[in-house]
């Protein structure tokens, strides 16, 4: 049993503050801990269940949050960025029975703590095929691309309740209650790990599951970015056509070049904001 599993840092327990999510912050190097805490406990779970390969790409800004002597040892690291598929990079390079979602977040446009979409200072919303999309719907839908279900989500109260109907086949663990946008009432470290152990476990005991898709070809993304000069400069990207002024809109056969779209459209932001 192979596993993949994408990390995040803004579901993690204890997490609830932009400046934990910013490299330079004191509290950045309690909140990557905690994050590391957590993937640890997932691969510990799929260890109890007899997972023979497990790699987790670190997927959250720089990429390069997870220390690799931190991550126990029967874990490969994808870290560092750009990189083509982003959260989901090295998915296809095998034939994966599962992926998980750990510290994952609500997504732009939904009530969650530190809910955003790819790129908070960037990205206003993401629709695909005219649907509100999350990080979650975006890495889901391209695992199933992959031939890959989605068995595992955790995170916050409204990431589970935003799966409930999108991932129903996917156990949902919810480490914290959201508060406020920048609030949380967390459980501790150890009881979400412990909870993230067990649901780990449980997600894979009954075997492979099938991937269950929720969108078809083609896929049209629609873009709302944060200010019309984002807009200016994703409509620079070859296939790309402008919608409004704030929005860029992308039509692809593929899940994959829907992400890449977003990666470069984000990195692009970069020079702008
Ligand atoms: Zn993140």
Redesign the pocket.
Known sequence: MKLFIVA???GVAGVARPEQ?RPGNPEYELARALMEGEVNAAIEGAIDSGATRIVVADS??SMSNLRADHIHPFAELVHGKPRRFSMAEGLADDEFDAIAFIGLHAPAGVAGVLAHTINGRAFHRVELNGELVGETDLYAAYACECGVPLVLVSGDDRLAAWGEERHPQALRVVVKQMQATWSARSLSPQASRERIRQAMRDALAGGRGEPQPRFFAPYRLKLVATQPVLADAFSMLPGVERLDAQSIGFTSNTVGETIALLGAASLLAGSLI
């Open positions: 995040d840092i803004e999510c959250h800004a």
